[in-house]
């Protein structure tokens, strides 16, 4: 074989090498969403009029990944994200024929009651985070609490990563949430953790999703914005290699 056809190919399998090393951390077919910078300041209220709302685009929350088929009046909802040096916010538009919270204690069965889940790896690294804080899962609880596993594998409270607050409007809820972002240096329980500061061209891991849950035991439908084509479907509390890009942009 001539020296430069060896050198073509094994260039081409170095780079073959270095795609299935990069898409290891996640699995393919990845969204990516832009988010664009809020000029104006948003008011977390729920209600959507905020003149920095209208620079972002929808996402649309409608994979399945537990439960049976459902309507759209069971369930239909969407969600976009814009951010600043010091927070992303999220507005969700859901639609939900009936709000349960069943558990009363936010840290019981946090998962089976009708909540809001957003999922945020703030440095796109992927992997596994089940008790670990590479990644969040926080649970946002009808009473605008953000719920997650800590390094303790027990469940607590997150709320004052968030300020969260919903309201009906129509047959929708509006949602919106400001959330920090912290690294995988954060302690539980420690008065020292420093959120991380944002700008322009960072890239995060993002996914949002709803446990929709209409008065069984235990939560009806898991829907969520990223499709999970291979292993268990509800894994993204566990792994952050499920969850889309999403781009700060200017
Ligand atoms: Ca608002
Ligand atoms: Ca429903
Ligand atoms: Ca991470
Ligand atoms: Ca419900």
Redesign the pocket.
């Known amino acids: 074989m001539p020296v430069f056809t060896k050198a073509i190919g094994l260039s081409v399998a170095l780079i073959m090498l270095s795609v299935g090393v990069a898409n290891a951390t996640h699995l393919e077919d990845r969204s990516t969403y832009s988010a664009p910078q809020a000029k104006t300041a948003i008011r977390v209220d729920g209600i959507a009029d905020d003149a920095a709302w209208e620079a972002a685009e929808w996402r649309e929350i409608k994979y399945r990944w537990l439960g049976p088929e ?1 309507t759209a009046e ?2 239909n909802g969407r969600f976009k994200v814009v951010w600043t040096p010091e927070r992303i916010y999220l507005l969700a538009e859901i639609e ?3 709000l349960y919270d069943a558990h009363r204690d936010p840290l019981v069965q946090y998962w089976d009651d009708d909540c809001l889940e957003i999922f945020i790896d703030q440095d796109y690294s992927g992997g596994e985070h089940h008790f670990s804080h590479n990644a969040f899962a926080y649970h946002m609880s009808l009473d605008n609490r953000a719920i997650d596993i800590g390094t303790d594998g027990e469940a607590r409270e997150y709320t004052d990563h968030t300020e969260s607050r919903w309201r009906q409007e129509g047959d929708k809820i509006i949602w919106e949430v400001a959330i920090e972002l912290y690294d995988d240096s954060y302690v539980d329980d420690s008065d020292e953790n420093e959120p991380v500061e944002l700008s322009a061209g960072k890239v995060l891991g993002l996914m949002v999703a709803y446990c ?1 849950n ?1 008065g069984s035991e235990l939560r ?1 439908n898991f829907i969520g914005s990223e499709s999970v084509p291979t292993g268990p479907k509800d894994r993204g509390y566990i792994d952050a290699g499920l969850f889309g890009k999403v781009v700060l942009d200017e």
Request: no cysteine; hydrophobic share 20%.
């Open positions: 459902y069971d369930f939900d024929d009936i929709d209409d009806e």
